[in-house]
């Protein structure tokens, strides 16, 4: 599944990082600790997180994450953004908790 579907799918809203939609996506990791996600996240998952700052870009590269979902509808610093756009990383935010979407994007997943 690539993150466009994802998108459309789960109805997340984009915020930066457009160039990577066709990224593909092969599974998830939920994790608010910087150093959980640096050690046990997979090139390729999305990231499920609360954290806004510029830090989170710098994992979801390192660990070429498929996309970041922001939660509860929070936003990014303009400088997270910006890290975003440069790296072609998407950065997608819902309303949902973490709880709601990790399930829904459980069950999508499933399915394929």
Known sequence: ???SDLIKQLNLNVISGEKGLDREINGAYVSDLLSDVMGNAKEEQLWITLQVHQNVMAIA???DLA???LVKGLQPHKSTIEHSNEEQIPI???SDS???ISGKLYALLKQQ
Do not use: G, R
Request: glycine residues 0%; aromatic residues 6%; proline residues 0%.
């Open 92 to 94: 997608l935010s819902t």
């Open 67 to 69: 996309a970041v979902i």
């Open 98 to 100: 973490t709880f709601d």
């Open 61 to 63: 590269s390192l660990k």
């Open 1 to 3: 599944m690539k993150v």
